[in-house]
């Protein structure tokens, strides 16, 4: 079946922009995360979903970051005035349950290039 | 919060020889620990994880991994690496009792030479 889903795969944009970063997770998965991975460092937790809502968004760096999975399924992180330092691949994965045994599948990933 | 630290950043071996790689994580309490692999152009992908019982640990494609409580690690072995083994290692940790939150470290790039 389909694995996780990412897009756009790269994003340019300029400093200050806004952006939007959209994930599919697998059909069914209900646990859905997104991670960061800057240059030379591993994927960093940004945000957990369980369902629709945001269970833990402790990793999210301030407020100009947010996303939401209005349905259950897809979700978007926006990020709001960026800045160069926000460019990174952004990573989302998703799991078949929030249980800690359960794999993460994880996604191709956005480069975001913030010129 | 817990920390996870891979020793070594690249690796280069040549096809056949015996591969280790280091990692060392810091939590106190109970864990559970991962080994993700991510191959040139490929997704990361979960290579081994442990969660309890037995401490050593079979993954995909013939790799090991060794849980030793007493030193928190969890060092990756294959005895004979082969030139699609060359990829990016990733070692990951997370408190069981919830979600999974996971830290990773840094990464292990593993250059394989035929």
């Known amino acids: 079946g389909a694995g996780v889903s990412q897009t756009p795969s790269n994003k340019v944009t300029e400093k200050g922009k806004y952006v939007e970063l959209r994930c599919d997770p697998i059909s069914g998965h209900t646990a859905l995360y997104w991670y960061r991975q800057s240059l030379g460092q591993g994927p960093e937790f940004l945000i957990y979903f369980q369902g629709t809502g945001a269970a833990d968004d402790s990793g999210l760096p301030n407020d100009r970051f947010f996303a939401v999975r209005p349905e259950g399924s897809v979700s978007t992180l926006k990020i709001q005035r960026t800045e160069r330092g926000d460019s990174a691949v952004y990573l989302c994965?998703?799991?078949?349950?929030?249980?800690?045994?359960?794999?993460?599948?994880f996604g191709p990933g956005t480069r975001l290039t913030v010129l | 919060a817990q920390s996870v630290s891979q020793h070594n950043h690249h690796v280069i071996l040549s096809e056949a020889a015996s591969l280790e790689l280091g990692c060392n994580y810091s939590?106190?309490?109970?864990?559970?620990l991962f080994w993700y692999v991510q191959y040139p152009g490929q997704h990361l992908q979960l290579l081994l994880k442990y969660f309890s019982g037995d401490p050593l640990v079979k993954g995909i494609k013939g790799f090991e991994a060794e849980f030793i409580k007493s030193k928190f690690s969890f060092n990756l072995r294959k005895p004979s690496v082969q030139w699609s083994d060359t990829a990016e290692y990733f070692c990951a940790v997370n408190a069981p009792g919830g979600y999974q939150k996971v830290t990773f470290g840094t990464g292990t790039k593993l250059q394989v030479i035929p």
């Open positions: 994965a998703s799991s078949r349950t929030s249980g800690y045994t359960d794999t993460q599948y």
């Open positions: 939590y106190g309490g109970t864990v559970n």
